[in-house]
């Protein structure tokens, strides 16, 4: 868009009932470039089934609806990189979650000597893992998400920055967008906020997160994406179109997607 080479993706994850067709047709129209298949059990294609299912619904939807699949959502079995090379699907994005027994300091390091090992299958086949993180226990914020990657070559292991789970921990988007600015790979566009679930006769207050649209939530977009277009960042910006109201997440998106774009246009 523009000067910056960026590519419009929406996470699938909602329309898994949709087929092939219809969800290129549904993509299409929404104004998005591409997507980030949730390549996981229960969805158009399985992971089982990759290696021949996988390049075949990138054919269809790259040739009949100009839609792109620019990441996977999935694990890293070898089979998934393979499918992801002959697809042409350049990203594998994960999650990192806690062990309890381990503590965050044991899973990161088992992690890391995991990572030593798929290394060597992202040179095998040219595709990149991308970490991102998670409210939770999980790797929840820019910090920890460099300390995983930073001795890592960020063309095989990189980071997947998330607008949403940013904003839940606290973060200034510049502060965080340069933690993980050598590592950066693709941004994840969502947003929410923290609700008080017990009324104030409780012993102890209780919260949740509340998944909202773009302008709603905890962390500023427009702010992300003025650091993002000041550091000249080419890739792709992923819409992940999760709503705790999801009765109206079409309505979500379209709104998320005009916004967004919007941003990326202003000077």
Request: glycine share 8%; hydrophobic share 40%; net charge negative.
């Amino acid at each position: 868009m523009g000067d910056l080479n960026i590519k419009f993706s929406v996470f699938t994850k909602m329309w898994k009932d949709m087929s092939i067709d219809e969800l290129g047709k549904f993509v299409s129209r929404l104004g998005f470039d591409g997507i980030e298949f949730p390549l996981r059990p229960g969805f158009q294609v399985e992971p089982q089934n990759a290696e021949k299912e996988l390049p075949a619904m990138a054919k269809k939807l790259r040739q009949e609806y100009g839609v792109s699949i620019l990441s996977v959502a999935s694990s890293t079995e070898e089979n998934i990189f393979a499918a992801c090379a002959e697809a042409g699907v350049p990203i594998i994005r994960i999650m990192v979650g806690v062990d309890p027994a381990l503590g965050y300091m044991g899973t990161e390091k088992k992690k890391k000597q995991e990572f030593e090992k798929l290394v060597l299958l992202c040179e095998k086949y040219g595709v990149k893992i991308g970490v991102q993180h998670h409210f939770g226990y999980m790797t929840a914020n820019s910090m920890e998400m460099l300390h995983l990657v930073e001795n890592f070559d960020p063309k095989y292991i990189g980071v997947i920055w998330d607008a949403g789970h940013s904003g839940l921990a606290g973060e200034e988007p510049e502060q965080a967008l340069d933690i993980v600015w050598s590592h950066l790979c693709m941004v994840n566009f969502k947003n929410a906020f923290y609700v008080r679930i017990n009324g104030p006769e409780a012993g102890e207050a209780k919260r949740d997160r509340f998944f909202t649209t773009g302008i709603h939530g905890l962390c500023s977009w427009s702010r992300a994406v003025k650091y993002l277009k000041e550091k000249g960042y080419e890739g792709t910006v992923c819409l992940t179109a999760e709503y705790t109201d999801e009765a109206n997440v079409k309505s979500y998106v379209e709104k998320d997607i005009a916004y967004i774009k919007s941003l990326f246009e202003k000077m």
